[in-house]
């Protein structure tokens, strides 16, 4: 057994019997969001760089927990940042890395909450799930802050049979996978090893989604090196769909929603890995993955 594999406590069992997609609504998908929308449209291009800690790192979120918080004190560099409505598109708090990745998921094929989440403006008798219900005072900023609120709202719900999920611990891959929302797929969570013989073709499997068009949330976490508080899934990031005709092959654009950036990161460098990576928000590994399924 390889050195990585064997320091690293995946919960392979409790990921994979826990997962329960649903059907996603299915809604038009539009021609493509803007480079001021989401993520989608910002992939394939690398530029720019943030030398500050994320909202994850500055809140310092739930230490100790397994989900939700990006690597504290790490620096986020080579990413190209994502913008909505002139705001960058970070995470609110030190537990919503799963809710702003769920949020800019559905935004990328929905053109009514991409346009919300710029303007602040929905299409006559349309509101999507993840707009708040209650007015939102400010900016996109607010907005964005809004809407993630309202998915982590969800995501915590019957979480645990009846029960919820803490929100100071994030949110749970069964639930993203419960409520993540994109035309014509429901999602799966698959467990995922960088240093087993099937990692290359599960990254393979995320890279055809991406050019389907599909995004692809990644649990991502460190290993036993560090402890058992870090070898667990620790946040979650986004592969998000290259713009028609310049994705390269074998690589991913990789959204951060600690940095609000768009990073983009050789197939090749996410498997085997044993250093953090600025794309999987300072943290070493890729723990698990919701793939996309034809809903049926």
């Keep these: 057994m390889a050195e990585s594999s064997w320091h690293r406590w995946q919960l392979t069992a409790p990921l994979a019997a826990l997962s329960r997609p649903i059907r996603t609504s299915a809604r038009p998908v539009p021609a493509g969001i803007s480079t ?13 760089a943030r030398t500050a800690p994320g909202p994850s790192a500055a809140d310092g979120g739930a230490a100790g927990g397994p989900l939700g918080t990006a690597r ?6 080579d990413g190209l940042p994502v913008v909505l409505g002139g705001a960058r598109a970070r995470q609110v708090s030190g537990t919503t890395c799963g809710s702003a990745v769920l949020v800019m998921l559905a935004a990328t094929g929905d053109p009514a909450l991409a346009s919300w989440l710029e303007t602040g403006s929905l299409p006559a008798g349309q509101r999507p799930p993840e707009v708040p219900a209650e007015p939102v005072d400010g900016g996109a900023a607010e907005r964005f802050a809004a809407a993630q609120r309202t998915v982590h709202a969800a995501t915590s719900r019957r979480a645990l049979g009846p029960l919820p999920w803490p929100r100071s611990l994030g949110t749970p891959p069964w639930t993203a996978a419960r409520e993540a929302r994109f035309p014509g ?24 989604a991406n050019r389907r068009g599909q995004p692809v949330p990644l649990y991502v976490g460190g290993d036993l090196r ?4 870090h070898a667990l899934p620790r946040h979650v990031v986004l592969a998000v769909p290259p713009p028609p005709g310049a994705g390269l092959p074998g690589t991913l654009q990789i959204y951060e929603p600690a940095a609000g950036s768009v990073f983009s990161v050789r197939t090749a460098d996410l498997l085997g890995r044993t250093s953090a990576h600025p794309a999987l928000g300072g ?7 919701l793939l996309p399924v034809p809903r049926r």
């Design 72 to 77: 504290p004190g790490v620096q986020h560099t």
């Design 36 to 48: 001021q929308a989401g993520p989608a449209a910002a992939a394939g291009v690398a530029g720019g």
């Design 283 to 289: 943290w070493t590994h890729i723990m698990g993955i």
């Design 226 to 229: 560090r402890g058992a508080a």
């Design 185 to 208: 797929v429901r999602y799966r969570v698959r467990p995922f090893d960088d240093a087993s013989a099937q990692a290359p073709a599960l990254l393979g499997l995320v890279e055809a």
